[in-house]
């Protein structure tokens, strides 16, 4: 079977590929350039917000996980609409938990993205994940840098680690379409001070705290743990301590 990657060089990418190869499968990744890289998959000439170009013949599964700040409704419909007709077989989405709840425009894209999928007459499966420990990690950091930490009050998030989901989706990818399957979130729920201190403990660092207020609706949101998935979510096995720990 031949599996084409969007993102195959992405922070997700990176671990999902090589768990396809060494299963046997016949792994290619979507890429503007082409080519073939050290470990001999081949990169196939592709651009996701250009219209036309994008061929799939040949290609049984696709696992998309290319993504951005912007653009990824347009994406995912334009690889949706390569799929269906080059006749994939199935097609594997990664996308983020609270997609149809949250009021952010980055939440939008992805929930745009999903509904493309579903629409486009290929049989799917799609994943939605938790914030990645690494971009939990990079804000941190951030904020931890800071003098006083603003610590937004109700703030929560699960971070999983960027492996687990790696790992759920390669399983998926080997698998059946399974349409929506449950979330992927991290074992704990963490506050936004917890999650900055337990970054400073870990440097042998402390900081002031100072309570703020989200505003608005994205305030709301987060207050009502419209990002979170308390109820029915798988959990990955890699806590936020564990990463910490690595990192340090």
Do not use: C
């Not at 196939?44 to 036309?52: E, S």
């Not at 980055?106 to 007459?121: I, P």
């Not at 790696?166 to 506050?191: C, S």
């Not at 001070?193 to 305030?219: A, C, N, T």
Request: hydrophobic content about 45%; aromatic content about 4%; cysteine-free.
């Amino acid at each position: 079977m031949t599996i084409l990657v969007t993102g195959g060089t992405g922070t997700l990418g990176r671990l999902v590929v090589p768990q396809l190869t060494g299963a046997g499968y016949d792994v290619r990744v979507l890429s503007r350039r082409g080519g073939v890289n050290a470990d001999g998959v081949e990169h196939v000439r592709g651009d996701l917000l250009v219209d036309g170009g994008l061929d799939l013949t040949g290609i049984d599964t696709v696992v998309h996980l290319a993504g951005g700040a912007k653009g990824d409704a347009l994406a995912a419909g334009k690889l949706a609409r390569a799929a269906a007709a080059a006749g994939v077989r199935h097609l594997v989405h990664i996308s983020v938990i609270g997609a149809d709840t949250m009021p952010i425009g980055y939440f939008r894209e992805k929930l745009g993205a999903e509904q493309a999928v579903r629409a486009s007459g290929v049989p799917w499966t799609i994943l939605r994940a938790a914030q990645f420990n690494s971009l939990t990690y990079a804000v941190a950091q951030k904020m931890g840098g800071l003098p006083v930490v603003p610590v937004p009050g109700g703030l929560r998030f699960q971070p999983v680690d960027e492996r687990d989901v790696a790992d759920r989706i390669a399983e998926l990818a080997m698998g059946e379409p399974a349409g929506a399957v449950p979330d992927l979130a991290g074992p704990t729920v963490y506050d936004m001070g917890e999650l900055v201190d337990g970054y400073l403990q870990s440097h042998g660092k402390r900081r002031l705290h100072l309570p703020i207020r989200m505003p608005g609706k994205v305030g709301r949101a987060y207050r009502a743990a419209e990002n979170l998935s308390l109820v029915g979510a798988t959990t990955g096995t890699r806590t936020w301590a564990d990463y910490l720990a690595e990192k340090s």
